[in-house]
Antibody
Framework: QVQLVQSGAEVKKPGASVKVSCKAS????????ISWVRQAPGQGLEWMGW????????NYAEKLQGRVTMTSDTSTSTAYMELRSLRSDDTAVYYC?????????????WGQGTLVTVSS | DIQMTQSPSSLSASVGDRVTITCRAS??????LNWYQQEPGKAPKLLIY???TLQSGVPSRFSGSGSGTDFTLTISSLQPGDSATYYC?????????FGQGTKVEIK
C-alpha cells in the first residue's frame, strides 16, 4: 500500500541541526513530490516546503529560507528534510506527505510524524 | 501570501447534528482547496480535495463546496468518530497555507 515512514524522534540542543527522513513505498517516487509540514505543540499546521521526486526542484517557506534543505534519493525512494540553527520554537512534530507534481495538488498520504525537541 | 481563515475555531454538537465549517481565502484560489481531519496524536488525513472531491474511503456524510474565496465543509450527520480538528488548505500558490483549524467536539 502507499505509505510514508519517517525516522524516529530527535532531541537537539539550540544551534544544532536535525535531519528527518521519509521513506516512500507503494508508488513511483519520481511521479510525485514530497511536502513537509510541521506542527508545534498544541498549534496548527505550518507548510514548510516541497521537493520534486521527478527532478529534485525545491520550494521553501520564506521564513525558513537559509535554514532548511530538502533533498531526495530516488534510488531508495527517500526524502530528507534538514533544519539547521535550531531554536526552541522549532520544537514540533514534522510530517512528510505525498503530493502531485502539478497544480492542483493535495497531501495524501502523510507520514506518521517525527517529534523534534529543541532543548538545552 | 494567501491567508486562510476558518470559522468557528471550535464547536460542540450532538450526534446526528449537521455541522458546517467555513474557510475563507484572502484572495481567489479558484477551487484549489483541500480539507484534512486530524485526530489527537495522529497525522492529518485527507478528506476532500479540489473543493468537493471526496477522498476514497471517506464517508459520504462529509461534503465540500465553494469557489473563489469562500468554502464550506459540511458533516451531514455528526458521528462520534468525527471528533477531531479540521483544517482547510489552499494549493493555488506557494506557500500552501493552512487555516488555523476547527476543533469539533461531541456533546
Amino acid at each position: 500500500q502507499v505509505q510514508l515512514v519517517q525516522s524516529g524522534a530527535e532531541v537537539k540542543k539550540p544551534g544544532a541541526s536535525v535531519k528527518v527522513s521519509c521513506k516512500a513505498s507503494g508508488f513511483t517516487f519520481s511521479s510525485y513530490a514530497i511536502s513537509w509540514v510541521r506542527q508545534a505543540p498544541g498549534q496548527g499546521l505550518e507548510w514548510m516546503g516541497w521537493i520534486s521526486g521527478y527532478n529534485g526542484n525545491t520550494n521553501y517557506a520564506e521564513k525558513l529560507q537559509g535554514r532548511v534543505t530538502m533533498t531526495s534519493d530516488t534510488s531508495t525512494s527517500t526524502a530528507y528534510m534538514e533544519l539547521r540553527s535550531l531554536r526552541s520554537d522549532d520544537t514540533a512534530v514534522y510530517y512528510c506527505a505525498r503530493r502531485q507534481l502539478a497544480t492542483p495538488n493535495w497531501f495524501d498520504p502523510w507520514g506518521q510524524g517525527t517529534l523534534v525537541t529543541v532543548s538545552s | 501570501d494567501i491567508q486562510m481563515t476558518q470559522s468557528p475555531s471550535s464547536l460542540s454538537a450532538s450526534v446526528g447534528d449537521r455541522v458546517t465549517i467555513t474557510c475563507r481565502a484572502s484572495q481567489s484560489i479558484s477551487t484549489f482547496l483541500n480539507w484534512y481531519q486530524q485526530e489527537p496524536g495522529k497525522a492529518p488525513k485527507l478528506l476532500i480535495y479540489t473543493t468537493l472531491t471526496l477522498q476514497s474511503g471517506v464517508p459520504s456524510r462529509f461534503s465540500g463546496s465553494g469557489s473563489g474565496t469562500d468554502f464550506t465543509l459540511t458533516i451531514s450527520s455528526l458521528q462520534p468518530g468525527d471528533s477531531a480538528t479540521y483544517y482547510c488548505q489552499q494549493s493555488y500558490s506557494t506557500p500552501h497555507s493552512f487555516g488555523q483549524g476547527t476543533k469539533v467536539e461531541i456533546k
